[in-house]
């Protein structure tokens, strides 16, 4: 059994990409997710319409002993299974001014994105350089690319997996694991839902947020087998906000 893991894969972005990867039905479907337990029986609903399989696992990315508990515990229900594709798209935000930023609103965004990559990653890894095989796409974002205001813990978190991106791709690649990083603008999800659309879109060349699926159009086709001479990419998706 071939399987593709999305962390935070119930809402928004990560949903459009469980279901996106379905509608290809190569890969049975592992959707992660740490709170929203009914959004992510509605991912895997929307994964078995389609005629593919999935499961959902609950842990939370951030914490390392939780997750490689999940993961072993899934292994040996799954001895057979093996895990092709990483999708790293789990991360929160905790928006505000650095000067009134606190240790917990620092650590929790660094925690999810930065830790949550090395956490989930390092547990595949190993395996995957057995196999000789592997598409590891990790989700940054603008503000890891150029930095944001208000968001300095968000572009230090996501900025360091763009670092992370580009030296993990130099040292697997030779067995045919690429590594590349997708960094999109304005999305349409809950995590941008209190954004003033109107206002923002005039700064963007596209004039329009984003939508999911053109996120999770992208992410497949990286997750293919197209895409195997790109690693170490960082692939900007923001209507033209910052290239």
């Given amino acids: ?19 996106k990867l379905a509608a290809e039905k190569k890969y049975h479907i592992l959707i992660n997710y740490t709170s929203n ?18 499961e959902i696992l609950k842990f939370d990315v951030a914490n390392a002993e939780e997750t490689k508990h999940a993961l072993e515990s899934w292994e040996k229900k799954n001895p057979d299974a093996v895990v092709e594709v990483i999708i790293n798209n789990a991360g929160i935000t905790r928006d505000g001014l650095f000067m009134w930023m606190n240790n ?42 150029k930095g944001t205001a208000g968001q300095t813990n968000y572009s230090a978190a996501k900025g360091a997996v763009v ?43 596209a004039n329009r947020f984003g939508e999911p699926e053109e996120v999770a159009d992208l992410v497949a086709f990286l997750a293919s087998k197209k895409a195997s001479y790109i690693t170490g990419e960082i692939i900007n998706i923001n209507g033209g906000i910052y290239s």
């Fill in 104 to 145: 917990e609103d620092w650590n929790c965004v660094i925690n999810t994105s930065l830790h949550g990559f090395f956490n989930v990653t390092n547990f595949f890894i190993q395996k995957m350089l057995r196999n000789k095989y592997g598409r590891i796409i990790n989700m940054v974002s603008v503000s890891g690319v």
């Fill in 163 to 205: 670092g992370a991106t580009k030296a993990l791709s130099q040292e697997v690649a030779k067995r045919n694991i690429t590594v590349n990083a997708v960094a999109p603008g304005f999305i349409r999800t809950d995590m941008t839902q209190d954004l003033n659309e109107d206002e923002l879109k005039t700064m963007i060349p």
């Fill in 37 to 54: 337990g009914a959004a992510a029986k509605e991912t895997l609903a929307a994964v078995e319409e389609l005629g593919a399989t999935g």
């Fill in 1 to 19: 059994m071939k399987c593709a893991i999305v962390t935070g894969g119930s809402r928004g972005i990560g949903r459009a990409i469980c279901i």
